[in-house]
């Protein structure tokens, strides 16, 4: 390696100019490699045939493991600098580093754990502690969830490996629990019913997927009712808690 790159440096003008010259190709190499590496890994990472999900965390590694290279090449070659006595010496510092980087290198594994151990991928609705939401990205520091109120939750990868979290049900599904006293009527007119009056208030809302359009179960038989939960599955899932609510007010007549 070092042999191809003398014999670049031979070829090029003699002096300071040589040494600029030999920077600017280094740069732009390194810049050119980061741009198509990351363009291709985004690529590999969205097909469906890759087991890994597409976070940034990857992405960022992958970057800064080519500028890494490309700054070592630049040391070493414009500057003179022995790169290998470099990491030598940071290999003696590497305990005062490493506890002066503690958190950072805390949250880079617990990101590469939830990462590659498949916990969580982005599009995940999930619930850490009191928070709750759909994951939105898995970084180098960070994981990024949204709420239903569309506000930006940011957790620290090491909290994410360390806390129990909830995987939820999809962010698109609206489920409304309810209790129908006794009465002459069949249970499957209520349930029917319930469907019709949920089905039609939460379409005004956003266009319901699910097949049927609303699942009615009955879960529990009490002393006076009997206990049921209506599931309905939205299209867009940032109009959950207005379908919600739309739900809740249809099925409410039915419910007394």
Known sequence: MEQFFNSILALLPAGWMRLAAWFCIVLIATIAASRLATSGLRRSLNSDINPLPYTSIIVNIVRGAI?????????????????????????????AISLGLQDTLSNLIGGLQ??????????????????????????????????????????????????????????????????????????????????????????????????????????????YSFKGTATLKVEDPDLVSAALDAAVRAIAPFTR
């Not at 502690?129 to 506000?151: F, M, W, Y």
């Not at 939820?168 to 489920?175: F, G, I, Q």
């Not at 006293?181 to 266009?207: F, N, R, Y």
């Open 114 to 223: 939830l990462t590659f151990m498949h916990v969580i991928s982005p599009g995940d609705h999930i619930r850490v502690g009191s928070d709750q939401g759909v994951v939105k990205d898995v970084g180098l520091r960070h994981t990024t969830i949204q709420n239903a109120s569309g506000q930006i939750v940011i957790i620290p990868n090491s909290v994410l490996s360390k806390t129990s979290l909830v995987q939820m049900p999809p962010a698109n599904v609206v489920s409304v629990p309810f209790a129908v006293t006794t009465g002459a009527a069949p249970l499957d007119e209520d349930a029917a019913q319930i469907a019709e009056a949920a089905t039609k208030a939460v379409a005004k809302v956003s266009k319901v997927i699910s097949d049927p359009p609303c699942l009615v179960r009955f879960t529990e038989i009490t002393e």
């Open 67 to 95: 500028w890494l290279i490309g700054g070592s090449i630049i040391l070493d070659t414009v500057f003179g600098f022995d790169v290998s006595s470099i990491i030598t010496a940071l290999g003696v510092g590497g305990i």
